[in-house]
């Protein structure tokens, strides 16, 4: 008698929720500001918000736009950070807590974000190519969902098992 060997996570779940894969290939758009400066840029959808964020693994933690968010500060901290932007300048970062973040058509849930002023990077994106970025994604998601980014085929690859 044949044995039939599965494999691990080759089916569905029997609850009719949809089969998510431990991995998320999400393309992301290489953009030039200027000759030879760079940015990856991937959409997202947050609470609702739609834009563009930036993938800046320079960035320490993810950062959305505040103006967008006003209203969204996590309930269980008051927990305010301090944080020194590409212009030199310190300020306050309030954390937020998102409810739905959606990315590569996955939904994260109760994704924590910074949120401070953006308009130094929209001033510069507008001066460039006329769109508006509401966030930095930043290395803390990097860690967390251990990207992989791909600049040939222009894919970024997260990755949803234990570190």
């Known amino acids: 008698m044949k044995r039939i060997r599965h494999r691990k996570n080759s089916r569905a779940p029997l609850s009719g929720s949809p089969y ?3 991995r998320l290939d999400v393309e992301v758009e290489l953009v030039e500001l200027e ?3 760079f940015h990856l840029v991937v959409p997202v959808d947050i609470d609702g918000v739609k834009g563009d964020m930036i993938v800046d693994t320079g960035a320490s933690v993810t950062v ?5 968010f006003e209203g969204k500060e996590a309930d269980d ?3 305010k950070i ?8 310190i300020e306050d970062v309030q954390i937020i807590r998102a409810e739905a973040f959606r990315l590569g058509g ?3 849930k109760r994704v924590r974000l910074a949120a401070m002023d953006l ?9 460039h190519l006329s769109r508006r970025i ?4 930043g290395s803390d998601f990097c860690v967390r969902y251990q990207v992989v980014i791909d600049y040939g085929s222009k894919k970024m690859t997260l990755n949803f098992g234990k570190i």
């Open 20 to 22: 998510h894969s431990r």
């Open 134 to 137: 509401i966030g930095l994604l």
């Open 64 to 68: 959305v736009e505040r103006k967008l």
């Open 35 to 37: 000759d030879s400066s």
């Open 119 to 127: 308009e130094y990077v929209n001033e510069m994106y507008d001066k």
């Open 106 to 108: 996955r939904k994260l």
């Open 77 to 79: 901290t008051v927990v």
């Open 82 to 89: 301090q944080s020194g932007s590409v212009t030199g300048q």
